[in-house]
């Protein structure tokens, strides 16, 4: 996809091209900074520089706007950076980095999205940082996307972490792709025992080249939690509200993405969020039931991670051969997105299709088997059809309103820790870190 | 669970057990009816009546309420019937019965709820319907629970509608569990080419025995949807908000379940729903753009299925070799929930986690991988990471903003009808029946 056809006018007519310092006027309306490439989605009509500042805009010219090209191309393969000097008036909280659209920008060769190396690229991105809070340290272990993250990553991050706050800083925010942000959250809901500080996950929607750039307020709002709020544990920090207004802190075990590219689109399921977080440092807190923040407790790294485990979503007419094969690999635990109250293809007319014999399969195998709502919203209850009380007499654990992708996470925790089958389907349904609701609030299925 | 204290101490004091004839006052109130049993969802203080005129209500007995039994307990196990006579002065539709909660209830023997094997005996819950429409014809091809649905139901039931509609029916109801209604709305979809009447699949997430039965407003909307709307195509109607207000028209390739047990857990994903309708018969149009009616024109059922069809989630620390075993065990199609804008595993440190080399043999081998948006709200898009563009160089196809339910029953249809990868490849993103939206409305993402 390229400009419209005004802008693409306006461009070629001034030669100029991404990389270029451009001046723009429209109307009584001066505007210089370096063109950005466009990136695929969005306005086709609008264009995005980096101003002076470090601040993105994203302009809409019309045909009566006038371009000029100030400067040739520059060659900004080597993003700029910004220091972040130590200072002693402003809280002290870790800064873990790894990766994703909030430390990506465009190639100014390419056009694709590449990721930056350095937290000091960071920075340049989000200048009113630097006023909020002081990093004691900056880490930043690995620079990946988040869809290739494996539990070694996650143990990783989870040591750094407890590390981090044990040897004094106030809050941790740990920045990272959107993709599995969630699963992240979940893995180290679970790993940091006695968390008693806050753990804010960090990411953004558009990448720093962009107008859209919705790093900057995540980055303040997580900061400002981490830094000076009571709201321990996990959390993810991400935008409320399509616009630039406030951020929703939500528990990490009960969060999902749930669209693919909205700056809003990280919301709580089967839980209200905890607080509002505004960059301006005001909190709002929405459901107080959260672990309150006691710096004098020590966390603990515990990471031991099953690596056998499988998520599994079933659907219509699908081969139950999938549950032998895991069987056959041997797996020692699968989590079923089962689809309503809690069932799996059982009394099916083609025999071949029921997944009775391989369910029993796993049984008698020892392979823990739960159920997670495939609906999303909701809670399970293996009592009221008859399909879902056969599973619960061949020893499928039934998850209540557990998250399928939590539960991926804590199984694959929980058999890293016991090898004993009554004692794994006794945790699965412990609430650990806040993955089970006590009860069912209908407010929070938000339609 | 069971009854609050108060409501059992009100039952154990007359002696009353489900199937019992009672006699309820609470101050002037007065309720005379059989008690049904209590199921495990909801309030445990509320009981269920059904009243002499068929109809449940719920109530909700205080301490200063009496119970009294006026009969034994009767033998319902042979659940009541209602005849439907025909009627000349009333639109003629057809009836197809397959099962599933709106043809459920409790049974008065172990508690759990039981198929209802006549559509007679789903008429009986919901006399009002006589006064709405006639039925033709009323089948029952089979009577099993959603989750036990297969392919060669869904193409027993597209030739049921595709017969009836030919035959001289204004439109279709079929009632089916809820579980897995959307996925058999998109198999009717595809299947029921050249469709220019309405065939509205309808459901219950409440059973016929339950005060909160969904079922008659559902069906009422339905039939008159069926009988006198010029919405033609397959549209899902169902409860649209918690209360007994309203139902939602939604297409049948764009709806998902997304509560367990709420009545309106059906919601249109990445799409407007059609229309609201009111069981009195009013309708709101909200998207004009669907097929309008034309009773003239044939509909043919092509109802070709490829059984080697997978549909698999995936999540951070997968093992690729899930990939491996649907080669090896010769599937011809795999529709991938990918992360984000279409994401899987690729660049991870651990390059045993990468899915690379097992997408380039399913490439190699001529099977058709599909990516479809894990986050479910929103669209893919492949050319802004460089991970997705790894993918499409790959020859993986990025499936737009279809859900992912709908893209698994789309590649079995597709892969029925070609053996050609390039043609199934191009069929997969042709618009088919209104499975890929043309663009992306902000507000259908709802929260």
């Known amino acids: ?18 990389g270029d310092r451009i001046r723009i006027t429209s109307g009584s309306v001066v505007v210089e900074g370096l063109l950005l490439p466009r990136i695929e989605l969005g306005d086709t009509a609008a264009l995005t520089l980096k101003l002076d500042n470090g601040y993105n805009i994203g302009l809409r010219p019309d045909s009566d706007s006038t371009v000029e090209r100030m400067d040739r191309r520059q060659e900004l393969e080597q993003f700029p950076t910004r220091d972040f000097p130590r200072r002693d008036d402003l809280p002290a909280i870790s800064l873990i980095a ?40 900056v880490l930043s272990p690995f620079t990946i996307a988040s869809e290739d993250m494996t539990f070694r990553e996650y143990q990783q991050l989870a040591e750094a972490v407890a590390s981090e706050l044990n040897d004094g800083a106030l ?75 406030y951020c929703l802190v939500t528990r990490g075990t009960k969060v999902r993405k749930l669209h ?40 603990t790294a515990d990471t031991a991670m099953e ?18 094969h895991y069987i056959d690999k041997g797996f020692r635990g699968i989590v079923v997105e089962a689809t309503g109250l809690g069932h799996v293809p059982t009394q099916t007319l083609n025999k071949e299709k029921s997944w009775l014999p391989a369910i029993e399969r796993a049984r008698d195998e020892g392979i ?21 009380r056969l599973m619960l007499e061949r020893g499928v654990t039934f998850l209540e309103d557990m998250l399928p992708e939590t539960a991926y996470i804590k199984l694959a925790w929980v058999l890293g820790h016991t090898s004993d089958v009554a004692e794994a389907q006794r945790m699965m349904l412990d609430n650990i870190a806040g993955e089970v609701s006590p009860g069912s609030d209908p407010a929070t299925f938000r339609y």
Chains 1, 2 share one sequence.
């Open 1 to 18: 996809m390229s400009y419209s056809k005004t802008t693409k006018g306006l461009l070629d007519a001034a030669s100029v091209r991404p």
């Open 98 to 137: 790894t990766g994703g659209t909030i430390a990506s920008r465009v190639s100014y060769r390419t056009g694709a999205v590449h990721m930056l190396m350095k937290p000091e690229e960071v920075f340049y991105s989000v200048p009113e940082l630097a006023d909020v809070v002081t990093f004691r340290n």
């Open 171 to 245: 809050g941790a925010v740990l920045t990272h792709g959107t993709d599995t942000l969630h699963y992240t959250a979940a893995a180290l809901s679970f790993m940091l025992r006695d968390l008693r500080k806050p753990v804010c996950l960090v990411g953004a929607q558009r990448s720093a080249d962009r107008g859209s750039f919705d790093g900057p307020i995540n980055l303040v709002c997580a900061s400002r939690i981490a830094a000076t709020s009571d709201i321990a544990g996990v959390t993810l920090v991400m935008h409320g509200e399509s616009d630039d207004s």
């Open 260 to 299: 693919t590219s909205r700056r809003d689109a990280f919301r709580p399921v089967n839980a209200p969020p905890i607080a509002k977080a505004w960059p301006d440092g005001r909190i709002e807190v929405l459901d107080n039931a959260y672990i309150k923040r006691d710096d004098a407790t020590t966390v």
């Open 307 to 324: 690596e056998k485990v499988a998520l599994l979503k079933v659907c219509p007419n699908q081969d139950p051969g999938i549950l032998h």
């Open 368 to 388: 823990i088997v739960c159920f997670a709502p495939q609906c999303m919203y909701g809670r399970l209850d293996p009592y009221v059809y008859e399909n879902a």
